[in-house]
């Protein structure tokens, strides 16, 4: 047991050389690398306060988890312990799960769900403990049986990319698609071209965790943005930036999905209800 926590425990180690810079830190660069994980998520649950107040408070648990990730990241990378393996990667599954229950389109969904969420999130929570349980059985495969996560959500973000005709969504799911595929080179490089003569540079697994944050960030922001005009297609939802819109905020600012407050009084009349949505009539109640 105690040889979890013993640094070194785990079979996975990284390109960068360990405990240069750092006498207690292993691979330093790519601990510190997780910087946006540790430190973006409070600004991201500020950021997504209209959605959450409006559409669903899950953005908020998928935020803190990639907080988590980070904090079981920077371990691992610091201590090389299989402890800190599997919290690292147990912490993306969770995130990947969380998303899976909160933004999975209902279209795609087994007809068997017949479009309830609650339901689907139901059936979501034991594959959860399953897979978590199982990522402790064979440690050496997580990461490959994760990294399958990233092709069925790349088509998924394309088969709404399809669907939408807004030029900001639109450059937001290709510059997301780019980032991860840019992040899985880095990532492919760093694990398996370590001993080939011509690798010089031993810190791209650095690079992969401030790409994979950006990207994941940004397809969580649009599968937000598209279950708002799927599911609760009477709110005004818009794709918006922080700390300002347009120019080049668009490129270098974070996204956010903003939306504007509801007019209970306005919807309770608008022609196209016979009467309102179920949530309206309970705010009016």
């Not at 750092?22 to 997504?48: D, G, K, R």
């Not at 610091?78 to 402890?83: D, E, F, I, R």
């Not at 929570?125 to 092709?151: D, H, Q, R, Y």
């Amino acid at each position: 047991m105690w040889d979890l926590f013993e640094w070194g425990s785990s079979k996975v180690d990284w390109c960068e050389k360990n405990f240069i810079h750092v006498y207690f830190v292993a691979e330093f660069y790519n601990t510190i690398s997780n910087i946006l994980f540790l430190t973006m998520p409070p600004l991201l649950i500020y950021l997504f306060q209209p959605y959450s107040k409006q559409v669903s408070k899950g953005a908020n648990i998928v935020f803190l988890l990639l907080f988590i990730v980070g904090v079981g990241s920077a371990y691992f990378h610091c201590t090389l312990s299989l402890l800190g393996q599997l919290l690292d990667e147990i912490a993306i599954l969770w995130v990947l799960m969380a998303a899976i229950a909160i933004w999975f389109p209902i279209r795609h969904m087994p007809s068997v769900f017949n479009g309830d969420r609650k339901m689907f999130q139901t059936v979501i929570i034991p594959l959860s403990i399953i897979s978590t349980i199982l990522c402790c059985v064979i440690p050496e495969v997580n990461a490959f049986v994760l990294m399958l996560f990233g092709g069925p959500i790349i088509w998924l973000l394309f088969d709404e990319y399809q669907r939408t005709n807004d030029i900001k969504v639109k450059a937001l799911a290709l510059r997301s698609a780019a980032l991860w595929l840019l992040g899985v080179i880095c990532w492919t490089n760093d694990k398996f071209l370590c001993d080939t003569f011509w690798y010089r540079f031993p810190y791209l697994h650095s690079g992969w965790h401030i790409l994979i944050f950006v990207s994941s960030y940004a397809a969580c922001v649009l599968f937000a943005y598209f279950q708002v005009l799927e599911e609760r297609p009477e709110l005004e939802v818009s794709l918006r930036y922080w700390p300002k819109q347009g120019g080049y905020w668009e490129f270098l600012g974070v996204p956010y999905v903003f939306i504007d407050a509801v007019d209970l009084d306005t919807l309770s009349t608008h022609s196209c209800w016979s009467q309102p949505p179920s949530f309206v009539q309970e705010k009016l109640l």
